[in-house]
């Protein structure tokens, strides 16, 4: 029989160890100054420097360097007095140089931590996550590898590299060992990488966009038998590209090693990929064969020696921490603590904010983004942000606030927008999409339900309220459902007799 | 004496992808020997208030201004290349790697 994961963490204690590579978004790469504009035909964004050729020499970006430490002082790491780059030899086509220049025993960032929350059975609860190291490094290029059946390497007959994206900047940060966390591994990883994205937008050094790859989470795992105090042996699944893909790749590792435990067979230490349909990681390299990418001090480039005014400098701009801001936002609105999850969850809580400064009222803003925008995003199984503009929801709610359109019409509006039929006015103009508020309208339309329903006419007059109910119907039917019901009410009532 | 034994040779050229015969194996490790053992005798000289030193001019925190400058051309960039295909370098298969 095999565990499933709840059996798993019964017996098995999970311990976690997360890399993150976030590409920064400086305009020209780490060491050159090549455009690190993303899109470009392949090969055009190069140059001596970042292909390697015979006597370029590198000089470091400044604003890299500044984005590299900002990221440490939001972590609350050491920044180090003297850092230095450092050669990582090895033989593979993405980089040029036949090496990677990156950061060995001397990174710039040490030692640091970030607290998350997660939802446990016994309410949220607080898990530190300590912070190793934070290094500068320059990324790869692209390789297509053709022929063969899967695209995958093996079978491949030749590959072609794209080398725009060699050099640039690149950051990886590092975690300890995380433990402790039982069976909650799963969300913890996911909190940590979910935190760290939003440190990092609200910094501005990255678009840290995990599908277009801006920000890439490598997952490393190990059980040991709870109670053991010992470690297990681990693996590291790389190409965890969402973080819903974070959480996955936790719960898959930790079911397959444990059934590997469980069926007396060991644990190899190896790099396994996540495969994003079910969930589970393949193997990948193995190991065994230590690397060795004879690193040493990068000898064309000079040290990185922060001075402490311009580090007091740099941390005197750090934005508000993203759970900070979280907790104001959630008091300024009013929101329930479950509805505010599920906004932060969404990643709404940028789009929701701005709709809000642009005049909208918190609870309409939240329920339209978390609401009717939601569910056309899930249909059409893309961001909800990428549907509709803050600007343009703001919009729509006014309209609704002044009493021009009607909740009804209002989320015609929105599927019009969302279907690319323009801007809101455009939308309302194409469909004719305009509450009934005319009073002449409407009482010919409250007329003609009267003489068709006389009896329920007579009813109301006599006193019997609820009855109007039948009439406002027949009122909003011939009106297309254009007409604002509390409006249709109070001329109905009033004509019957009924008015207050 | 700093020894760097043929096992050692061996597999600094197979990191480096260089084919290399029993004899070359055998004739490098005693002259990368004596390579060794001349550079240690700097070690010898070295106190330990002088640090190990990466660049031969005691300069810091050269850095470049985040300033996009002009690239070279698709051509240009793989005018070296012993082979290309759709504005990309052409590199033979890779094995055993991912
Ligand atoms: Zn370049």
């Not at chain 1, 790869?140 to 007959?157: D, F, N």
């Not at chain 2, 992808?17 to 070359?24: L, V």
């Amino acid at each position: 029989m095999a565990l499933n994961y709840d059996q798993a963490v019964a017996k098995y204690d999970p311990t976690l160890g997360l890399e993150v590579h976030v590409e920064l978004n400086t305009n020209s790469k780490m060491f050159c100054g090549c455009s690190t504009e993303f899109g470009a035909e392949p090969n055009t964004q190069t140059c001596p420097v970042c292909l390697g050729l015979p006597g370029a020499l590198p000089v470091v970006n400044g604003k890299a360097i500044e984005s590299s430490i900002l990221i440490g002082l939001a972590l609350n790491c050491s920044i180090a007095p003297f850092s230095r780059f450092a050669r990582k030899n090895y033989f593979y086509p993405d980089m040029p140089k036949n090496f990677q220049t990156s950061q060995y025993d001397e990174p710039i960032c040490v030692n640091g931590y970030l607290d998350v929350e997660i939802e446990t059975e016994d309410g949220p609860k607080q898990f530190r996550v300590e912070i190793e190291r934070v290094h500068m490094e320059e990324d790869t290029g692209k390789s297509l590898h053709v022929g063969g059946a899967t695209g995958r390497i093996h079978g491949a007959e030749y590959s072609l590299l794209d080398y725009n994206r060699a050099g640039i900047p690149l950051v990886e940060i590092v975690t300890k060992i995380v433990g402790g966390t039982g069976k909650y591994a799963p969300e913890v990883a996911r909190a940590y990488v979910t935190e760290l994205r939003d440190i990092l937008r609200s910094l501005g050094v990255s678009d840290v966009k995990m599908e277009q790859g801006s920000m890439r989470c490598d997952v490393n795992l190990s059980l040991a038998p709870i109670g053991s105090g010992s470690l297990g042996t681990r693996s590291e699944t790389k190409n965890v590209n969402s973080l819903r893909s974070v959480e996955r790749a936790v719960i898959g590792e930790v079911i397959r090693q444990a059934n590997r435990l469980e069926a007396g067979e060991r644990i190899v230490q190896e790099t396994r990929h996540f495969l994003e349909e079910s969930g589970q990681t393949r193997p990948g390299r193995s190991k065994e064969q230590a690397e060795d990418y004879r690193y040493f001090p990068e000898p064309d480039l000079v040290p990185v020696v922060p001075d402490s005014a311009w580090i007091e400098e740099l941390r005197a701009t750090l934005p508000e921490k993203p759970s900070n801001r979280r907790k104001r936002l959630q008091i300024e609105w009013s929101v329930p603590d479950k509805e505010m999850s599920s906004l932060v969850n969404a990643g709404l809580l940028d789009v929701v904010e701005e709709t809000i400064k642009l005049g909208a009222e918190p609870t309409r803003a939240r329920s339209w983004w978390l609401g009717e925008i939601s569910r056309l995003a899930n249909e059409r199984e893309v961001d909800p942000t990428s549907l509709i503009t803050p600007g343009q929801v703001a919009v729509v709610i006014s309209l609704i606030e002044s009493g021009e359109l009607t909740d009804k019409l209002a989320r015609q509006v929105v599927e019009g927008v969302v279907a690319g039929e323009g801007t809101p006015a455009d939308v309302i103009t194409k469909r004719g999409l305009k509450v009934v508020s005319d009073d002449g309208a409407l009482m010919t339309a409250i007329e003609a339900a009267i003489a068709a329903q006389p009896d329920t006419a007579l009813r109301v007059r006599g006193g019997n309220i609820p009855a109007a109910g039948a009439l406002i119907g027949a009122v909003m039917k011939a009106t297309g459902g254009q007409a604002d019901a509390a409006k249709v009410r109070e001329l109905l009532l009033k004509h019957l007799g009924q008015g207050e | 004496m700093a020894a760097i034994s043929r096992d050692d040779v061996a597999h600094l050229a197979k990191l480096a992808r260089i084919d290399m015969s029993n004899a070359e194996l055998d004739h490098l490790a005693q002259e990368m020997s004596v390579i060794l053992d001349a550079v240690a005798r700097v070690q010898e000289v070295a106190g330990s208030d002088v640090p190990p030193t990466s660049h031969p001019i005691p300069v810091n925190n050269v850095v470049r201004e985040d300033v996009v400058l002009p690239s070279l051309s698709q051509e240009d960039s793989l005018s070296g290349a012993p082979a290309q295909a759709e504005g990309r370098f052409k590199v033979p298969q890779i094995l055993g790697e991912e």
